[in-house]
């Protein structure tokens, strides 16, 4: 079983930044695959950000390219996601997500609410 919980959401105005951060436990950090998705309202949940095992690749959608920066310590065993240059189409709740060989896992998710 991993665990997953996720902070650091909150209110931002457009064109703020936020961090979100994971903490994962229950598995050894270095197997997993971390990513983040986020489901806005009357939407399915949408894949946002991946890291692989070992933080040397990092992927995105195109809707946050360039925006929004995936990262991961093993030393704190946290996966974050740094978010600049927010819009309004980016409030939804975001979920951090983790990929073993036994299936994945989510966390309970954070609110990002970006307002104009």
């Known amino acids: 079983q991993v665990h997953l919980v996720e902070s650091g959401g909150g209110s931002v105005q457009a064109g703020g930044s936020l961090n979100l951060s994971c903490v994962v436990s229950?598995?050894?950090?270095?197997?997993?695959?971390l990513g983040w998705y986020r489901q806005s309202p009357g939407k399915e949940r949408f894949w946002v950000a991946g890291?692989?095992?070992?933080?040397?690749?990092?992927y995105y959608t195109d809707a946050v390219k360039d925006r929004f920066i995936i990262s991961r310590s093993s030393a704190r065993n946290t996966v974050d996601l740094q978010m600049n240059r927010l819009t309004i189409e980016d409030t939804a709740v975001y979920y951090c997500?983790?990929?073993?060989?036994?299936?994945?896992?989510w966390g309970q998710g954070t609110q990002v609410t970006v307002s104009s």
């Open positions: 229950g598995r050894r950090f270095s197997d997993l695959k």
């Open positions: 890291i692989d095992e070992s933080g040397t690749r990092t």
């Open positions: 997500t983790a990929g073993a060989r036994d299936g994945d896992y």
